[in-house]
């Protein structure tokens, strides 16, 4: 694999008061005989005087964090956040050390904290407090993930909340968040999981505004029906958040074949998904993929995977999900402006069929209460380690949200038999054991994203009226 590169929250973008000489272009043909020198005038100092790593020590460590050392990704805690190419080094959000000023805000010290932690790297602890939107109080929640109005009636699913080890994940602020995204756009592009995100974020947004008429559809259901689009306007804010279907990025394809023969549907590993919404130009996109390549169409792979005018016989689905992520790796780095965007990509998130999959009698229903032993979770999606080998390689640079983890404890959070108002609950009922109840699991994500703007926002949401 080739060297990881920068961190999306890089020193330069938090302040560039914080960029060291050393890691500029130009300088950095010194780099090692300056820190070898840097070693030897303090290395007396550090086996002499103190027990806790000095400045020589906390540089060597910053090194290898910024990517000079070259290290493998050999984690599945890894979150992977890549710079342009012309920068050369990706690392960890984690990795790079930083200064701040000594503020005695208490927020300012949760933001400091995480910028040297690992949100991603938790465990859920038991939390009393109310949920970010009350149950039933949202109208713009799908049937499927509205758990409540479809009959369920146990919520200790609502009083866990996410805590990263050594950190805390500040509480969502509806207000506070909209006013960072005063006048910007949000789109989520991917299946059925990402709007699952999308949805909670919209929800937990109108929660926070005292006048909930200061919010309407854009485009609402007939257009996401015709157009696989759907959009909501903050009137006051002037920001928008989207959603684009797209379960694979990639385009899925119809071709013709002889007179009276019904057409064959492709998937265009070569083509980007086309959209009649606009979207390389927002100010925020986040993608997923990941389960549709799980269906059987494409684990099969056979006369279905198709590039040019040539569809495969046969072509393994892990080689077919490396060539469509490349190519929406290429359309990112060519058609996004990484000077005003900022790309978003969500891990893959677990599902929790027991006795089948979800055509084949698998079933969650009656979980109460998350995993508490990592030693059940499940093995690494071998989906991610695709994607994190692909964003390795862009110049463009990609924020990944590795929710993996966090979702594979939450066995209790999805809407088994609740996934639709009066239907026969019996035992032949098909059950949704992937996607997550709202309000439920998905809230967590948006308070990790919006961890990551308080973060951010002083340097790339400089146009905010904050």
Not at 331 to 343: A, E, G, I, L, Q
Not at 379 to 403: Q, R
Request: with cysteine; glycine share 6%; aromatic share 12%.
């Amino acid at each position: 694999m080739a060297c990881l590169k920068k961190p999306w929250f890089t020193p330069s973008e938090f302040s560039r008061t914080l960029q060291h000489p050393l890691l500029r272009p130009r300088t950095h043909i010194l780099t090692v005989p300056l820190f070898l020198l840097s070693l030897f005038l303090l290395s007396s100092s550090y086996t002499t005087n103190s027990t806790k790593p000095n400045a020589a020590t906390r540089f060597s460590l910053s090194l290898n964090y910024y990517g000079l050392a070259c290290p493998r990704i050999t984690s599945p805690k890894s979150r992977l956040v890549s710079e342009p190419q012309s920068r050369g080094i990706f690392s960890s959000v984690t990795a790079a050390e930083r200064t701040h000023g000594n503020s005695t805000n208490r927020e300012s010290q949760v933001i400091r904290d995480l910028t040297s932690c690992d949100i991603f790297d938790g465990t859920w602890v038991r939390d009393d407090a109310e949920p970010i939107y009350q149950q039933g109080s949202c109208p713009f929640l799908d049937d499927a993930f509205n758990c409540f109005k479809n009959g369920r009636s146990d919520f200790d699913y609502l009083k866990y909340r996410w805590k990263p080890h050594g950190c805390q994940i500040p509480r969502f602020d509806g207000l506070k968040m909209l006013r960072m995204l005063r006048g910007k756009r949000v789109v989520f592009v991917g299946d059925s999981l990402n709007r699952n995100m999308w949805q909670s974020l919209v929800c937990a947004l109108r929660a926070s505004l005292k006048d909930k008429s200061k919010i309407y559809e854009v485009s609402g259901r007939r257009e996401f029906r015709t157009q696989g689009f759907f959009s909501f306007k903050f009137i006051d804010y002037g920001c928008s958040i989207d959603f684009v279907k797209s379960p694979f990025l990639v385009q899925e394809w119809k071709i013709s074949r002889n007179s009276g023969v019904p057409q064959r549907e492709t998937l265009r590993l070569d083509m980007i998904q086309a959209s009649k919404s606009q979207y390389h130009d927002a100010d925020i996109i986040i993608f997923n993929t990941g389960h549709w390549w799980n269906h059987y169409k494409t684990r099969n792979g056979r006369n279905y995977f198709q590039e040019g005018n040539h569809v495969y016989d046969r072509l393994e689905v892990s080689e077919a999900l490396r060539k469509a992520l490349k190519t929406w790796a290429k359309w990112v780095d060519s058609k996004v402006d990484s000077t005003r965007t900022r790309v978003f990509f969500t891990g893959f998130s677990a599902s929790h069929y027991r006795g089948g999959q979800w055509n084949s009698g698998g079933k969650c229903d009656g979980e109460r209460q998350p995993i508490t032993n990592e030693s059940y979770l499940a093995a690494y999606p071998w989906t991610m380690s695709i994607v994190e080998a692909v964003i390795a390689e862009m110049k463009t640079p990609v924020f990944y949200l590795n929710i993996t983890k966090m979702t594979d404890y939450r066995k209790d959070g999805h809407p088994s038999i609740y996934r639709e108002l009066g239907i026969n609950k019996g035992l032949r009922m098909v059950q949704d054991c992937s996607h997550w109840c709202l309000p439920g699991i998905p809230d967590s994500w948006n308070e990790l994203l919006y961890a990551t703007l308080l973060i951010a926002h002083k340097s790339f949401l400089t146009t905010t009226n904050y």
